[in-house]
């Protein structure tokens, strides 16, 4: 922080069902809003970043496979 600047972090925290996520790898238009009183704003989000989204859901299962045969055979 300085006297001209405040510094800060924001996080976001997105929470998916197995159902939405299984329409995102069918191909399901993801958009991304704010709905609020005094500002409502949608967004389609590409379909690159959707792609990688659906990667990064792919990924996570790996591990979390991983992880559990690990648990199993010790």
Not at 17 to 32: F, N, R, T
Not at 51 to 66: E, G, M, N, R
């Amino acid at each position: 922080e300085t006297n001209e600047k405040t510094s800060s972090v924001h996080f976001m925290r997105f929470e998916f069902s197995s159902e939405m996520i299984a329409a995102l790898k069918d191909g399901a238009v993801m958009k991304a809003g704010v709905d609020h009183p005094e500002y409502q704003y949608q967004a389609t989000i590409d379909v690159p970043v959707r792609q990688s989204l659906v990667a990064d859901f792919d990924y996570l299962v790996l591990i979390i496979k991983s992880f559990l045969r690990l648990l199993i055979s010790t």
